[in-house]
């Protein structure tokens, strides 16, 4: 087996020693070796992450591991959501080529910056305030973010990056010699024209284009004004334009609320007069297509492909699409089969900006 081979595996067993004892048996079955371990479990597993690691560096030999909880899990083309289980990759870079972070921004980063754009795989707490963190992340370390938020509907949010840690950001910031290639795609399509926020009240838009927001929603949507706006908007969300971005990326979020009294409407994001936004649906036809253009991209772009990682929202898998491995499928049929690791999140990273309802996808 050649030295840089990554390796994955994905056990699904409710009893968490023998779910680690089997996930590291079967990464062993494929080969020996390596000096980098991905590990994501779910939160239905009754387990905190520490002693899966625990295992899985006595019984392969690696000592460096990240991961973290999420709803769901995913390895090649297979995926577990909702279950109790564990997802694991095991790969080889050159060690000093990347170094773990615990919480802080790395300190020594700095001359690989120099060198060329470094980039970090991170994993966020998101019962703290994180923007302002991610955003000085990477303006210290100056490199490329992309991972996710921790998914768990219990009271565990633990992350690991050479050891446990809760709160701020973990992960592992790589070297330039490593080259990694990152696409986000995103699972919701537009609804109407992109529009400018004129007026707000307190946290409310209350007009758009300078009519009143929630008549500017009901006429994007043809749906006339006694209509089930509330039942609408379950549906629907706000897209959020990229500034000064020339590739059409945008965030979506959630409506936060209406007032129908008034006709405004509230999005769960701070926004201001001047700020564009456009409406938009969540649409699984939509999603599949751009999972598959935004996978067969990258692959174009990446001559040799030795491992993935892909984080995607908990409100995709089988919330969109029929099951939790669809997505995983759809992406290894663009990919063309490689060895690929990763969790379902409250959120996803890409630069430094949360994003939702997205797919990430880094290909090393």
Not at 45 to 58: H, M
Not at 114 to 140: C, E, N, S, W
Not at 217 to 230: E, K, M, N, Y
Request: proline share 5%; net charge negative; with cysteine.
């Amino acid at each position: 087996m050649p030295l840089d081979h990554f390796r994955t595996a994905l056990v699904i067993d409710e009893d968490p020693v023998r779910a680690a004892d089997r996930i590291a048996a079967e990464l062993m079955s494929q080969g020996c070796g390596g000096t980098i371990g991905f590990v994501y479990i779910t939160d239905r597993l009754n387990s905190g992450i520490e002693p899966v690691v625990a295992s899985l560096r006595q019984k392969t030999g690696v000592a460096n591991w990240i991961g973290t909880i999420g709803f769901g899990v995913i390895s090649g083309r297979g995926a577990a959501y909702n279950q109790p289980a564990i997802a694991a990759m095991i790969g080889h870079w050159s060690p000093d080529q990347f170094k773990l972070f615990n919480g802080q921004s790395p300190s020594d980063v700095g001359h690989w910056a120099d060198k060329g754009m470094a980039t970090a795989i991170v994993h966020v707490d998101p019962r703290f305030p994180f923007d302002a963190d991610l955003r000085q992340l990477a303006a210290t370390s100056r490199a490329y973010l992309f991972g996710g938020l921790t998914a768990s509907r219990a009271r565990r949010f633990d992350q690991f990056a050479d050891g446990v840690t809760e709160g701020g950001a973990s992960g592992l910031m790589l070297g330039p010699d490593v080259e990694v290639a990152v696409g986000v795609s995103q699972g919701c399509s537009a609804i109407g024209p992109v529009r400018t926020i004129t007026e707000m009240e307190d946290n409310m838009v209350t007009s758009l284009d300078g009519e009143p927001s929630l008549q500017a929603l009901v006429r994007d949507l043809s749906v006339t004004p006694d209509g089930d706006i509330a039942k609408l908007l379950r549906s629907l969300h706000v897209g959020l334009p990229v500034p000064n971005c020339d590739t059409g990326d945008f965030v979506v979020r959630n409506f936060a609320g209406i007032d129908t009294d008034k006709g405004l409407i509230a999005i769960a994001d701070h926004v201001e007069p001047g700020q564009k936004i456009f409406f938009c649906r969540r649409d699984r036809a939509a999603a599949t297509k751009d999972l598959l253009a935004m996978a067969q991209k990258l692959r174009k772009r990446t001559a040799t492909v030795r491992g993935g990682l892909y984080v995607t929202c908990c409100a995709r898998g089988p919330n969109l699409f029929d099951s939790a491995t669809e997505e995983a499928e759809l992406l290894q049929s663009a990919l063309g089969d490689v060895p690929l690791v990763g969790f379902f999140a409250n959120g996803e990273v890409a630069g430094d900006r949360i994003y939702g309802y997205t797919g990430v996808l880094a290909l090393f």
